[in-house]
């Protein structure tokens, strides 16, 4: 095929590509979006944020199923894992479907196979040259393994998690960041015995402290064992089982389990695409970025978990491809304030944050103020049958800093957060707004009560 020549050529179809290129059109730019995969959606679509919440979805139902005598319901209930996969993978096609329409409609360009950068800058796609007055770098990351550890049926990442033939009695779990934790509220939910293995000295280690403990205590009450501060020296699939070493100070331990899954991060898609080669600088292995996203060619951007910014989510990837199409239009945008994004963890129970920890706090030299409330103080949280806590942070005699949630469903309450920290409001602010009663959005409103010296359902 000839030359072809596109306003905005974009590598990569996951979240911050395809929102990038889907902004982009609709600002009247000639768009054309390359991807490898046959389907649209990339990690997070296809084997990363909607599977696995579709599959802890299925864990909560188990779970109240159990409990359902709590709530004056006789039920039993067990798991069918095909048709848990089959609930998955409905939720993906259907949501991958409405993408692809979307994206037809806004008249992108899809064009399917590896890209490679070249200079101009181009993209080279099987053969196919494709001409870009800006090329944007969304290639996205991969599920990062421990040294010497090789994917086998019983040692997976949370990419073969999604896939297997099988659900295990037991599980140990390397890693206890987002989706080591997950996966280890999912396998328990469907009845694993689940061990967790965290070289940090905490679960959730970039949660503030206190939430850290409280989530190690409703892991304790829910038999999920948790070794923190340890290293593991070996995994071994033994055919029938899982051997995993692990050492703890001097001492080494080995457990047995029938599955192991490696969760201690995810590492940049930044190898053999034709970055370095091309001029791109990088940053260890991401490709290193200013604050509009800029790489060091010009004309060539990097978003998403690619690039060398500090988060690596869906939802900074959808913001991050929306700003660059963006600028690349001739708008000038605010640069992304990081320390703004809502961190949330679907695990049982929910973890939620967003704004500084109170130790990122302190050590910035901020005077504090904080609150805690526990959610046994709300009627609606009495009512689903779980507790947790909300701590808000504020400057003293100032703005709220942080606001720090755990418990049933506040990473859909961390949103009411992110408006109150990144609009600066003060503790009064929130206190003077009257919350619907019984919600689970009380949380905040009490709390903010009581940071404002006039608690209610607090002594």
């Not at 409990?67 to 409905?90: C, F, L, N, T």
């Not at 694993?192 to 892991?219: G, H, N, Q, Y």
């Not at 290293?231 to 070493?245: F, L, M, P, Q, T």
């Not at 809502?342 to 706090?361: H, I, K, N």
Request: proline residues 5%; aromatic residues 6%.
């Amino acid at each position: 095929m000839g030359d072809e020549s596109y306003d905005l050529v974009v590598l990569g179809g996951g979240p911050g590509g395809y929102a990038c290129a889907m902004r982009a059109a609709e600002l009247g730019k000639r768009v054309a979006l390359i991807e490898k995969d046959p389907r649209l959606g990339g990690t997070c679509l296809l084997r990363g944020c909607i599977p696995t919440k579709a599959l802890l979805r299925s864990a909560e139902v188990l779970d109240y199923v159990r409990r359902s005598e709590e709530w004056g319901v006789k039920a039993s209930g067990e798991p069918d894992w095909e048709g848990i996969r089959a609930y998955q993978s409905k939720i993906v096609d259907k949501l991958v479907t409405g993408l692809t329409g979307i994206v037809k409609s806004r008249k992108i360009e899809v064009i399917q196979g590896e890209g490679r950068l070249r200079p101009g800058p181009q993209i080279e796609v099987d053969g196919r040259t494709i001409q870009a007055a800006d090329v944007v770098l969304a290639t996205g990351s991969f599920p990062k393994m421990l040294p010497d550890v090789q994917i086998s049926e019983r040692v997976v990442t949370s990419d073969q998690a999604l896939t297997l033939e099988f659900l295990p009695a037991s599980a140990v779990v390397v890693g206890a960041g987002a989706v080591g934790l997950e996966f280890a509220s999912f396998y328990r939910s469907m009845g694993a015995e689940v061990t967790i293995l965290e070289a940090d000295s905490r679960l959730a280690p970039l949660e503030d402290e206190e939430m850290s403990k409280e989530l190690a205590r409703a892991f304790r009450r829910r038999g999920i064992q948790s070794k923190t501060g340890v290293s593991v020296d070996g995994v071994a699939d033994r055919g029938d089982h899982v051997e995993v070493a692990y050492r703890d100070g001097a001492a080494t331990t080995a457990i047995k389990s029938e599955l192991c899954l490696i969760a201690v991060g995810r590492g940049p898609m930044s190898d053999g695409i034709g970055y370095e080669e091309t001029g791109v600088e990088l940053d260890r292995v991401f490709v290193k970025v200013n604050g509009t996203l800029a790489t060091t060619v010009p004309h060539v951007w990097a978003i998403g978990d690619v690039a060398s910014t500090p988060l690596q989510f869906a939802h900074v990837a959808f913001a991050e491809g929306i700003s660059v199409a963006e600028r690349t239009a001739g708008l000038d945008p605010a640069e992304i304030d990081y320390v703004g994004v809502p961190r949330v963890t679907f695990c049982t129970p929910e973890v939620a944050s967003v704004g500084l920890t109170e130790a990122q706090a302190l050590e910035r030299g901020y005077l504090l103020e904080v609150e805690r409330f526990s959610l046994q103080g709300l009627g609606k949280a009495n009512i689903i049958g779980e507790g947790g806590m909300t701590k808000l942070i504020a400057e003293k005699d100032g703005p709220m800093l942080g606001i720090h949630m755990i418990g049933p469903r506040v990473t859909d309450l961390i949103s009411e957060a992110m408006l109150t920290t990144n609009w600066e409001a003060l503790p009064v602010d929130i206190a003077t707004l009257i919350h619907p009663h019984p919600t689970m959005g009380e949380a905040i409103g009490e709390a903010a009560l009581a940071l404002a010296g006039k608690p209610l359902h607090t002594a």
